[in-house]
């Protein structure tokens, strides 16, 4: 009998393939390589298995297992064949099969450009999904298309392409309002960094989707999303849209029924695996870091999915990660489990992953100790799951199992940055699993990442709750001044004394107006030396009223002095009043 909360894992593992791997084939394009054939498959399940939080758990991941990432109470769930039920009964694990999934139809996509050219952006399978090649292709173009908000990033080679095997560059993309020193590879940057990536388990192809839109949704907003346009104006967003590009690209070779390869392509271990579920070649990227390497939650069989490599930081793509946050973060914490980064460390770093709607921080490898910013970082995830819908949240081993070696540990071990995972996607229903249907990424996450994004890109200037020393309590003036219809600029002013220093990058202008017409308005606010600052333009936004907090970089000023809240209405017929402002410094 099904589970009756899990009921499906539907197009997310339904497609899984039988497919031997690919060894071959010509790196960069989205067709499979012509000389492999595909291996008969036989019926592929879910097994449940009876694996409780702590020993029993770790145990089924030590065994090699493909244990997907979703709990249900003291069941865990394992794909795999009739060999893999077989394996789990003769080591003493119980088990019953909680779905049989249908044999898979094979599609490939059609080969298109190798070149990152206008047709590589138009590159889909599996209804939409894009390929590597449209993912690296839509940087460039979004680069090119917006060169004062973006710098595409080439960041190291995949591990094909140091073999000489195709391939492909680590690409990545920041997304800021450039001024001087920004977007540089350097730790002493003037803006707090938010980083995102998608992908770094290639089936996981909801992640890469909501990078892409991530994208978008950032450079097209600028300027008209006062959200968007204040958060750029004050941060860095840095996104990795596919962190395992090698990995994407055999399991786009899937076409309609994309495969299942979770780690890098990597044949130097395991060359012999059969390309069956739970058996493939590569390394675990999310195991292989030096942080806690090869302790629990890893696999030291080369075909195991958790398979950790043969050393920590084996792989080029773990290595050129980990350069790239060195060279965007400083090293803030101890080497202690329990020594805390400063309370004014900036930066978060979110690596999304799917499926189980769950929010996980460090420390991922043991619940035996929590880390030193644990507060700020588990109100954080607090705040993150409640913005998702009601997520679950925690260290992993108290939600779902402990992972050594994980990117998300080495970020807040190796640097003190606030660090997180997302497991995106339901455990059940339509749209749940590794590859739902993309018609799932609008109707669905999208809608529901977006907030998620926003609110952990803002959290980057002060993650641990003091990275602005010295802020100024808030202000506010409540005194009505009404706007002339069609008129001059009106102000209404809050005097700041007794604080030290500038600003902060990210101040707060709370606004509150009564309008007819609220796309007549303009808003500024204005820093005691007289520069504005651009809060809201005019637009064609025929709503009441303004209730709104804007966020504004307005760290080049002193704090003391007469800020003003600048309101102008441009157009005739509505009209309205400043009904209170307030300012935090």
Request: with cysteine; hydrophobic share 35%.
């Given at each position: 009998m099904k589970s009756t909360r899990r009921s499906l894992v539907t197009l997310a593992i339904a497609g899984v393939t039988a497919a031997a791997v690919i060894n071959g084939g010509v790196p960069g394009t989205a067709g499979p390589a012509p000389e492999v054939a595909a291996a008969q498959a036989g019926p592929t399940y879910v097994y449940k298995v009876h694996a409780p939080l702590g020993k029993a758990a770790q145990n089924l991941l030590s065994r090699g297992f493909d244990v997907l990432e979703q709990r249900e109470g003291d069941y865990l769930f394992v794909l795999g064949d009739s060999a893999a039920g077989q394996k789990l009964k003769s080591e003493g694990f119980t088990s019953v099969i909680d779905e049989v999934l249908p044999a898979p139809q094979w599609t490939p996509p059609s080969r298109k450009s190798q070149q990152l050219d206008a047709g590589a952006l138009e590159e889909t399978y599996y209804g939409g999904y894009r390929t590597v090649n449209a993912q690296f292709a839509h940087l460039d173009a979004v680069a090119s298309?917006?060169?004062?908000?973006?710098?595409?990033?080439?960041?190291?080679?995949?591990?094909?392409?140091?073999?000489?095997?195709?391939?492909?560059?680590?690409?990545?993309?920041?997304?800021?309002?450039?001024?001087?020193?920004?977007?540089?590879?350097?730790s002493t940057a003037p803006k707090p960094r938010f980083f995102v990536m998608g992908q770094l388990h290639a089936r996981e192809l909801t992640t890469g989707d909501v990078a892409y839109r991530w994208i978008d949704h950032l450079t097209q907003g600028y300027g008209s999303d006062p959200e968007v346009t204040a958060l750029l104006d004050s941060t860095e967003v840095w996104v990795v849209p596919i962190a395992n590009p090698d990995g994407v690209n055999i399991v786009q070779q899937g076409g309609n029924t994309p495969r299942f390869q979770r780690k890098n392509a990597n044949t130097t271990n395991g060359s012999n695996c059969s390309g069956t579920s739970g058996s493939h070649v590569g390394i675990d990227l999310n195991r292989n870091t030096n942080s806690h390497w090869g302790g629990e939650g890893t696999s030291a069989q080369p075909c195991a999915e958790t398979y950790k490599g043969p050393s920590a930081n084996s792989e080029v793509e773990t290595r050129a990660l980990q350069a790239l946050w060195r060279n965007l973060y400083k090293d803030r914490r101890g080497t202690g489990n329990t020594d805390a980064a400063p309370a004014d460390t900036t930066g978060v770093?979110?690596?999304?992953?799917?499926?189980?709607?769950?929010?996980?921080?460090?420390?991922?490898?043991?619940?035996?100790?929590?880390?030193?910013?644990?507060?700020?970082?588990?109100?954080?995830?607090?705040?993150?799951?409640?913005?998702?819908?009601?997520?679950?949240?925690?260290?992993?081993?108290?939600?779902?199992?402990?992972?050594?070696?994980?990117?998300?540990?080495?970020?807040?071990?190796?640097?003190?940055?606030?660090?997180?995972?997302?497991?995106?996607?339901?455990?059940?229903?339509?749209?749940?699993?590794?590859?739902?249907?993309?018609?799932?990424?609008?109707?669905?996450?999208?809608?529901?990442?977006?907030?998620?994004?926003?609110?952990?890109?803002?959290?980057?200037?002060?993650?641990?709750?003091?990275?602005?020393?010295?802020?100024?309590?808030?202000?506010?003036?409540?005194?009505?001044?009404?706007?002339?219809?069609?008129?001059?600029?009106?102000?209404?002013?809050?005097?700041?004394?007794?604080?030290?220093?500038?600003?902060?990058?990210?101040?707060?202008?709370?606004?509150?107006?009564?309008?007819?017409?609220?796309?007549?308005?303009?808003?500024?606010?204005?820093?005691?030396?007289?520069?504005?600052?651009?809060?809201?333009?005019?637009?064609?936004?025929?709503?009441?009223?303004?209730?709104?907090?804007?966020?504004?970089?307005?760290?080049?000023?002193?704090?003391?002095?007469?800020?003003?809240?600048?309101?102008?209405?441009?157009?005739?017929?509505?009209?309205?009043?400043?009904?209170?402002?307030?300012?935090?410094?």
């Open positions: 298309q917006y060169p004062n908000l973006t710098q595409a990033v080439d960041y190291g080679d995949s591990w094909k392409k140091t073999q000489g095997a195709g391939g492909y560059d680590l690409r990545a993309i920041c997304i800021t309002k450039k001024n001087a020193g920004d977007c540089a590879l350097s770093v979110i690596s999304m992953h799917s499926y189980s709607n769950l929010v996980l921080f460090p420390w991922g490898w043991t619940t035996q100790y929590k880390t030193g910013n644990d507060t700020a970082l588990r109100g954080m995830a607090r705040e993150m799951a409640s913005i998702a819908g009601g997520w679950q949240y925690g260290q992993p081993g108290e939600v779902l199992y402990n992972a050594s070696g994980a990117t998300d540990d080495w970020v807040y071990d190796d640097l003190g940055v606030a660090s997180f995972v997302w497991e995106i996607g339901p455990g059940s229903g339509s749209c749940s699993g590794f590859h739902p249907a993309y018609s799932c990424q609008a109707s669905t996450f999208w809608p529901k990442v977006k907030p998620m994004l926003m609110y952990s890109a803002k959290k980057a200037a002060n993650p641990y709750g003091g990275a602005t020393p010295g802020t100024c309590a808030k202000a506010t003036n409540d005194g009505d001044v009404n706007i002339p219809d069609a008129g001059a600029a009106v102000s209404s002013t809050i005097n700041v004394s007794g604080c030290t220093g500038n600003a902060s990058a990210t101040t707060q202008v709370e606004v509150h107006v009564k309008h007819t017409y609220r796309g007549d308005l303009v808003l500024d606010l204005v820093a005691p030396d007289g520069t504005a600052y651009r809060l809201k333009p005019s637009n064609n936004d025929s709503a009441d009223n303004i209730d709104t907090t804007y966020t504004v970089n307005a760290s080049t000023e002193v704090r003391n002095g007469a800020w003003k809240l600048q309101v102008q209405d441009v157009y005739s017929s509505d009209t309205g009043y400043i009904d209170s402002w307030s300012l935090t410094t």
